[in-house]
């Protein structure tokens, strides 16, 4: 298993779909520390074959909490707006290091 995440929520639930998940399986504050969906090992490959981009777990991190930063907005949420802010602004590095990379 491996998580999905996204640069935006409506990006990932339409990978989700073109994966043929269930939407009940998407999965989000409070019972997960950011919104995603986990993918299992039989998925991984058609999603990298769908366009999906693997990347190592602290760029991971900072793509996930901007995806919780989008979700806690317009939940309203503001104890979590923050600490996702806190979070991508301190991973900003990994996300700059991952570009240069694939570049």
Same mark, same amino acid.
């Given at each position: 298993?491996?998580?999905? *995440? =996204?640069? *935006?929520?409506?990006?990932?639930?339409?990978?989700?779909?073109?994966?043929?998940? /269930?939407?009940?399986?998407?999965?989000?504050?409070? /019972?997960?520390?950011?919104?995603?969906?986990?993918?299992? !090992?039989?998925?991984? =490959? /058609?999603?990298? +074959? #769908? @366009?999906?981009?693997?990347?190592?777990?602290?760029?991971?991190?900072?793509? +996930?909490?901007? #995806? @919780? #930063?989008?979700?806690?907005?317009?939940?309203?949420? !503001?104890?979590?707006?923050?600490?996702? *802010?806190? *979070?991508?602004?301190?991973?900003?590095?990994?996300?700059?290091?991952?570009? @240069?990379?694939?570049?």
């Amino acid at each position: 298993m491996c998580h999905m *995440t =996204a640069d *935006t929520l409506s990006e990932l639930h339409d990978m989700a779909d073109r994966l043929q998940m /269930k939407r009940d399986w998407f999965q989000e504050p409070p /019972k997960a520390s950011h919104p995603h969906y986990d993918i299992p !090992e039989a998925r991984r =490959a /058609k999603a990298i +074959a #769908l @366009g999906a981009i693997e990347v190592d777990n602290r760029t991971g991190l900072h793509f +996930a909490a901007r #995806l @919780g #930063l989008e979700w806690a907005e317009l939940q309203q949420d !503001e104890c979590r707006i923050l600490k996702y *802010t806190r *979070t991508v602004q301190r991973t900003d590095r990994y996300r700059q290091a991952f570009i @240069g990379r694939i570049e």
